[in-house]
Structure formats: C-alpha cells, structure tokens
C-alpha cells in the first residue's frame, strides 16, 4: 500500500471498492465501513510546545512507560510495589492490541501461534503458569496450555495452501529435506526463547545470513530456496538473504515440530490474549490510559518525569526512583535525551491490520493463519498481507 492510497483510507469511513476480472462483465461496488484509529496526533506532543495546566507534583516508586505487553509484564513483576504505569492510547495492549465485532475478537497488531512452552526460558514460564495459560503435567512430564478451545488441530497445523490447492507442509518430502533437517536439528534445544538465553558459542550465527549458512552444505534448488524464503518472510519479513543463520536456524528448531507432536495455541485475539490476563492480576487505579510521558529528566538519585493527562489537558510531575521504559524505542530520544544517541538512527515501523468480516466462507475447509505459497508470478509472494481465519481457531471435537 502506497502512502497516497493510506492517506486516502485514513480521511474517510466510508469506501466503495470496485472489482472487475474483465471488460465484458459489469463493475460491483461495495462500500464498506473502515475505522481508521492512530495515536499519531497525540504522540506528535512529544515535538510540539504545549501550554498546559499543571497538575500536583506526585511521588512514586517505578514509572512504567507503556502499556503494551512489555509494559504490563513490567507491572505484573512490580505488582507489589508503588508505581504508575502509563500508557498513550485509550486502550492498554500497545501492537498486541485488538478490536470486536458481532460478538468476534480480532488480532489488532502482534499474533503469534505458540507452540512447546518448554522452550520458553524459566521467567516467561513462571509467568504463563501465574496467568493460568499453561500448567505442568507431572505424568507425562511436559507443559500444556489450559484454555483448549484455542488449540489449532494438527491437521491443520502443518498445511499451506497453493494455487492448487492445500499442501500437506512447506517443506515437501525429499532428499533435500532430509539434509536439510540434518543439518539444522542439532541445534534443537539451543534456540532457546527469549533469544537472549542462547549460549554466546552460537552467536557467530549472527554474523552470516540464513542461506549462506545452507549453501555450505547444501546443493540449494530454487523451488527450496523458494519455500525457504516464503517461511523468512512469514516470520521475519526478509528473505534467507537477508535474515542472519541464527534467526533462520531458530525458526526451524526453537520448537521441535519435526521430531514431536506438540500443541498450537492461536487465541483470535492474538496476543491480545495475554494482555487480558496481565491486566486482570493489575491494580486498575496503577494504570493510566491516555498518558503521555513528554520528558524524563535525572534528579538526584531518582528522576522527574513529566505526563501529559490527554482526557484533562494537564501537566503531571511524578518523581520516581526507577523509570522501565517499554514503549517505542524511537521516540525514547525525545524523552530522555542522555539516551538519545542509542536510538538516534531507529526506524519507526507502525502496524497496520485490517479487519475483514466476510458475509461467507472462502472456502468449506478454512484457513489457519497466513499461510499462502504461490508457484507463479500470478501471486506476489512479498507483499502479500496475509490473514487469519478465526473459524478455524476452534477446536472441533
């Protein structure tokens, strides 16, 4: 989508959409209801001098900045101590946010399925089983998820859809495929999530791409490279060119989904989800929606931070000890400018999801996530948007 036509969504809510396949056949056009919502304005402040009322000077321990899943993590681990979290939207969740529909959840940024909690790392863990997403299964000694009606069917859970219909897996069957899984499941059990746990012997992977890392040891066809490109760029947004070995290696083996059956976890919500859960264990009088934090400044041992109350057009001045700061990483050279040089060259990179309620099925069998892998010219693998179909995330028994 090119900015002209964005703008063009962004100015109006109500759109006809025409299509036509040929001449011959007559034009249909539907107009379609489109909300457009974006904290642009307000988060612009930052830049603009404000004349405000200013409010009371208040203390506190910790001031979180942002409320997405980064941010209210932060406040579940501090839910015992004093602080304010504050967040800029009207809504809590950040890119994990989401949106409803008759009675349908939707994903309105971050979705990702989850699969083998295991692997997660020990502090995430901990934290699922707090928020009663995963428990232990002493018998059979392994982790599962709690709510089952989001548990994508293993026949499902492999498939794409081509042109010609649905195949079985990406990678399809062959010697090739052997090689390849020789080659990258020894490291199974070493991608570990967060990636921060990998052991440092690994992090020479980090230093060539994905498929200079195969093309040492694999006689590479173009229909492989292909299918190996469409994954990179369904994951990471770059193709085995660009994506480092260590990112293309995880991918493969930070679940072991060639060498055991394990469960798939995609709530419609995305990770929207998980948002629900961190909040519902929060003080709500701790969480402040619609709160702008325009400058941090160093006091003493501690810190001055200065908030925008968006709904009161008021200035607030909180005096911290600690600042945890998980909102966009851009704008952090803005608020604090002893850091500014840290993120001075980051690129800001909005989300942008449409939600699309159909009045039928595309098909009788469903979707599950974005998975489309096109044989010809005719599909544009790079930039196609991709989708979820939430009538597929229910388990049928």
């Not at 379609?32 to 009371?56: C, F, R």
């Not at 994508?152 to 495929?177: C, D, W, Y």
């Not at 052997?178 to 990636?195: D, R, S, W």
Request: charged fraction near 20%; hydrophobic fraction near 35%.
């Amino acid at each position: 989508m090119n900015r002209r036509l964005f703008l063009k969504l962004s100015a109006t809510t109500l759109i006809g959409v025409t299509g036509c396949q040929n001449r011959d056949r007559h034009t249909i056009s539907v107009p379609y209801n489109i909300t457009v919502t974006s904290d642009m304005k307000a988060g612009h402040q930052l830049l603009w001098p404000t004349a405000l009322a200013k409010d009371e000077q208040r203390d506190t321990e910790y001031i979180i900045v942002g409320g997405g899943l980064a941010g209210l993590s932060a406040a579940e681990r501090l839910a015992d101590r004093d602080f304010v979290l504050c967040e800029l939207s009207a809504g809590l969740g950040g890119s994990s946010g989401h949106a409803s529909y008759a009675g349908e959840s939707f994903s309105q940024g971050a979705h990702y399925d989850l699969a083998y909690p295991a692997n997660y790392g020990h502090e995430t863990l901990a934290l699922l089983e707090k928020l009663e997403i995963v428990d232990y299964d002493p018998i059979q000694n392994c982790w599962n998820f709690v709510d089952k009606q989001y548990l994508i069917r293993e026949s499902k859970a492999g498939r794409i859809r081509t042109e010609t219909g649905f195949q079985a897996e990406v990678l399809k069957p062959g010697p090739l495929k052997t090689a390849f899984l020789e080659l990258v499941l020894p490291y199974q059990g070493q991608m570990k999530m967060p990636t921060w746990l990998i052991d440092r012997e690994l992090h020479w992977l980090d230093q060539i791409t994905f498929r200079q890392f195969l093309a040492r040891s694999l006689d590479l066809t173009p229909d492989f490279e292909r299918v190996i490109d469409y994954q990179m760029r369904d994951d990471y947004g770059a193709s085995a060119n660009q994506v480092s070995a260590l990112a293309g290696i995880h991918y493969y083996t930070c679940r072991p989904y060639y060498t055991e059956s394990v469960e798939l976890f995609s709530p419609p919500e995305g990770n929207y989800y998980f948002v629900k859960k961190l909040v519902s264990r929060l003080d709500p009088q701790r969480l402040k929606n619609q709160h702008l934090v325009k400058r941090i400044e160093r006091d003493g041992s501690g810190f001055q931070v200065e908030v925008i109350d968006l709904s009161k057009k008021a200035l607030n001045t909180y005096r911290a000890k600690f600042v945890v700061f998980a909102g966009q990483k851009h704008s952090l050279q803005y608020i604090f400018e002893p850091d500014q040089h840290l993120f001075s060259h980051n690129v800001y990179a909005p989300w942008l999801v449409m939600n699309l309620v159909l009045s039928d099925r595309l098909n009788t069998d469903g979707f599950w996530q974005n998975e489309i892998l096109a044989e010809t010219s005719t599909v544009n693998r790079k930039t196609f948007m991709g989708f979820v179909d939430n009538t597929t995330q229910v388990r049928h028994n």
